[in-house]
């Protein structure tokens, strides 16, 4: 592998490479693969690094601590109002399936007596 400077003729950047010869069996000729690894400061003379689509690296996006604290404790709220309503409805379910196993047993003994009586 070795190190490639071509300047841009349009921007009069330079830009560096790291370049690696192969050979193409089809075109029976030797290639080069290139991936970019950035380029040249023209005050410093220093290779900058890109992230090979000419964007500005992003800088480093800082929390609001506070922030999320505030949200922990409002999603702490809502989980336990939501708890409190799971506990109410299951309470109600068993209540209303305990009333439908007494109506069932009712019938059942209604469909009994009448089956007796014909």
């Not at 506990?87 to 019938?107: I, P």
């Amino acid at each position: 592998m070795s190190i490639v400077k071509l300047k841009d003729k349009r921007t009069g950047t330079t830009y560096v490479y790291e370049s690696e010869s192969y050979w193409d069996k089809e075109k029976k000729q030797p290639r080069n693969k290139r991936t970019l690894i950035g380029k040249i400061d023209e005050e410093t003379g220093e290779t900058v690094p890109t992230d090979g689509r000419g964007r500005k690296r992003k800088s480093p996006v800082e929390k609001d601590a506070g922030k999320d604290e505030a949200l922990i404790s409002e999603y702490q709220k809502q989980l336990k109002e939501k708890e409190a309503v799971i506990k109410q409805l299951t309470a109600e379910n068993q209540q209303l399936k305990k009333n439908l196993s007494a109506v069932l047993e009712s019938l059942h003994m209604i469909t009994d007596k009448y089956e007796e009586n014909i």
